[in-house]
């Protein structure tokens, strides 16, 4: 499996090219465009009903899609629902806790879960982490550039809940308001916030997607 990744930071594409009988796992929605032969198959997105009732629920949907190259090989073109970058990792038998619906593909290999958070759901934040584990390569879609805060141990990093794309499982955090007060938080236009422990990194998208929805709110027709 071979990847490039294109057209960056604003209509990025990924390209993949598959020696014959290789598969990758990709959102549903994401394909582009792919060559002659190509295998397309609907798969749960985690192991078992409840593996891909918690994948669901993280955001990755409840099916993904499967694509599996033919003897001589082939081409697949994926890319992000919103503009903006895309993340290349390679996991090691690592935990990567990433935005949910951010997960654009994927090596089969990798297993997809869910981690929760009630203070989030409770500020209108968003509820639920995407829980990516195992071997082999990872890609995750950014709204927006990316940038990443590499900490070491100890090392505190405060990040808006909304732009933030993803972190080691070694990087601990908590959720708190912006401000202490109730008009300052209001002011500010600011909510809930994520304060970061090190060590490890911690991969920040320049652009935050409910603050984009709300402002293209303020312009809808009003009934």
Known sequence: MEATIEHRPVFTTLTINLAGG???RAESGA???MSPGMELEAKTSGKGILGTV????????AFASLY??????????????????VVEMSLNGETILAQAGSYLAGSTDLELSTQ????AMVGGEGLFLQQI????PLY???YG?????????GEHYTVDTGHVVAFEQSVTFKLRKASRGIFSTLASGEGLVSDFEGPGKLWIQSRNLKSFAELVMRFAPKS
């Not at 929760?116 to 203070?119: E, P, T, V």
């Not at 550039?145 to 141990?153: K, Q, S």
């Open 145 to 153: 550039a990316v940038f990443v805060r590499a900490l070491g141990a």
């Open 133 to 136: 584990s195992g071997t082999g």
């Open 22 to 24: 290789e598969s990758i």
């Open 68 to 85: 599996t190259a033919p003897a001589q090989g082939g081409e697949l073109i994926l890319a992000p629902t919103t503009p903006g970058d």
């Open 54 to 61: 918690k994948a669901a629920v993280g955001g990755a949907g």
């Open 31 to 33: 394909m582009v465009s």
């Open 116 to 119: 929760g958070s009630l203070k």
């Open 140 to 142: 995750l879609g950014i």
